[in-house]
């Protein structure tokens, strides 16, 4: 990777146990623990920085803003911390991991930020215990790695690892808000939810003013992943110097059309790129990011990144979650056998029937990659309980079973790869995770957590900002744009509202990945795109993990007894 993390709790030998220091831009040590970062934008503002002095030092890697004007966020997060403890953690602001040793602490610890949409992973398999952001590089300090079937099984049924296991039993990841000491997994209190009453659209607007501020300030050529919908236009609104905006998508299709119109409203370039075969074949460029633990499908740009020419790139990624009420259980009503939402709150929601929808899951394609593999198991109680056990593990967080719901969505939130493969290419904003932010999202009620109140919040800084409405939401009303969608996708002679994104199955016809990629696993080329996507991920982490001459998944074979 372009940018990396990675350390030991212990000193420079046992750091070179595993890595040199020519790998890394900088490696700072002491007796008990070493760290080496790799960055070429480290020490520009906003971003990764490092600070040593006679009482310690401190690493941070990715977005970050300290809450005062200094330059340096290592350096004000070390000061902070030796006067004021773990307290000043809840201080700072962005997108990262940071690490902290003092020399009068026999302590050490690398803490993620409050929802970790930045994975640490880490083993103790190597009788000392190893960390890092890239997954591939802890996973090879593993010496014998076994593979994790609950996980994998995970992965293939959801299109994501839940909680803290990844696919490999030896490796595992800081769960949500957390610190990783030399002994233990501390759980931190930032991230717990305390509703209250205020004025939720004033002060969400003031918040999204003043985080899209602080992220103006990054350096260089800037361009922006837009779409049709609410989320990344605010940014196109609020951030003056935007040069370029990139969209994946034929130049006739609707989601292109519509972020073709925003661009020009704010006078940025677009460019769309056609959904060729670059889209989804899940390649080195796009696979590792996935750190075999969510899909890589979700890096809908990674193919075209040789052809992205700025600097800083922004994206709204998370908005929906975290303004919006993704995660939240909806009030549906029946329109002709169809489920349409109203727009309310479900007064009694069943949290693994929710969640099931929101995570990657299709019953009736995991029943058929059951019957062609050779796992053994049951898809539907099996992902029943895993749901049911991650979504518990949450409830002293929160306040309420929709707040619970959304809590697991953030901890486990499938499209993170995303982010994680444009932060290596690119200084990258991620808006959604603005401290401020986050307490707005803590503190407001779900039934307040709705596009309403962030269209609103928007439009007091931007009274423009729907002039052009996303082509499948052509009303303020979400039952009247669930009912104008029903209606046409009914009637002949209506056209349907397009999907925002390309039909992966037909991409994957035209393209013939079938036998180009899953010539030796024809059991499985009747499976939905999205499943074969999936095992083609498998197959690489596998790959990774056990070498590429190593053989295949026996379970990825045909049980012998099913008929296919």
Not at 7 to 24: A, K, L, S
Not at 282 to 302: D, F, M, T, V
Not at 473 to 481: E, I, Q, S, V
């Amino acid at each position: 990777m372009n940018r990396e993390l990675f350390g030991v709790f212990g000193g420079i030998d046992t750091f070179e146990r595993f890595r040199t220091d020519d790998e890394f831009d900088t490696v700072l040590s002491g007796p008990t623990l070493t760290v080496g970062i790799k960055d070429g934008d480290l020490a520009t503002p906003g971003w990764s920085a490092t600070h040593a002095n006679d009482e310690g030092f401190c690493v941070i890697w990715g977005e970050v803003y300290p809450p005062t004007d200094e330059g340096n966020a290592a350096q004000w997060l070390l000061d902070a911390y030796i006067e004021d403890g773990r307290e000043v953690l809840s201080a700072l602001n962005g997108s990262y991991l940071a690490v902290i040793h003092l020399e009068s602490s026999d302590e050490p610890f690398v803490v993620t930020d409050p929802v970790r949409s930045r994975a640490c992973f880490y083993t103790d398999e190597p009788g000392v215990r190893v960390f890092g952001t890239d997954a591939a590089m802890v996973g090879r300090s593993i010496s014998n790695p076994t593979l994790d079937q609950q996980g994998i099984l995970e992965f293939l049924h959801l299109g994501v690892v839940l909680g803290e296991k990844t696919s490999v039993a030896e490796l595992d990841r800081l769960p949500l808000d957390s610190r990783l000491t030399p002994t233990a997994v501390d759980r931190l209190d930032r991230f717990v939810y305390e509703p209250r009453s205020f004025d939720y659209v004033d002060e969400l607007a003031a918040r999204l003013e003043r985080a899209l501020e602080r992220r103006s300030t990054l350096p260089g050529k800037k361009g922006v992943l837009l779409s049709a919908g609410y989320d990344s236009r605010i940014i196109l609104s609020q951030v003056s110097d935007l040069e370029q905006s990139y969209t994946v998508g034929s130049p006739a299709a609707q989601e292109v059309r519509g972020a073709n119109r925003l661009a020009a409203q704010y006078d940025v370039a677009h460019t769309a790129f056609p959904p060729d075969g670059r889209y989804l074949r899940p390649e080195e460029r796009k696979l590792r990011y996935s750190q075999g633990i969510k899909e890589s499908l979700h890096i809908h740009h990674a193919g075209y990144t040789d052809e992205i020419d700025v600097d800083t790139m922004y994206h709204g990624l998370l908005c929906d979650t975290f303004f919006r009420g993704h995660f939240t259980a909806q009030e549906t009503i029946d329109v002709l056998g169809k489920r349409i939402p109203i727009g309310q709150l479900e007064s009694n929601p069943n949290p693994v029937e929710t969640l099931l929808g929101k995570f990657g899951y299709n019953r009736e394609a995991s029943e058929s990659l059951a019957h062609r593999t050779s796992f053994g198991i049951d898809p539907e109680p099996f992902v029943s309980e895993a749901i049911e056990s991650e979504f518990e593990s949450y409830r002293d967080r929160t306040d309420s079973v929709q707040n619970t719901l959304t809590c697991c969505g953030i901890a486990n939130q499938p499209s993170i790869p995303f982010h994680s493969q444009l932060s290596d290419h690119f200084l990258t904003s991620f808006l959604a995770t603005d401290r401020e932010l986050i307490e707005w999202h803590l503190r407001t009620p779900p039934k307040h957590r709705t596009t309403e109140t962030f269209l609103r919040a928007c439009e007091q800084l931007d009274s423009n900002i729907l002039r052009h409405r996303p082509p499948d939401r052509p009303y303020g009303t979400t039952l009247f744009n669930e009912v104008e969608g029903f209606v046409r996708r009914k009637t002949p002679f209506l056209s349907s509202f397009e999907p925002p994104w390309p039909d992966r199955q037909q991409l994957f016809e035209r393209h013939q990945l079938d036998q180009r990629m899953l010539g030796d696993l024809e059991h499985v080329h009747s499976l939905p795109a999205r499943h074969k996507l999936r095992l083609l991920d498998l197959r690489g982490w596998l790959e990774r993990w056990r070498g590429s001459d190593a053989p295949a998944l026996s379970e990825l074979q045909p049980p012998e007894t099913v008929p296919i």
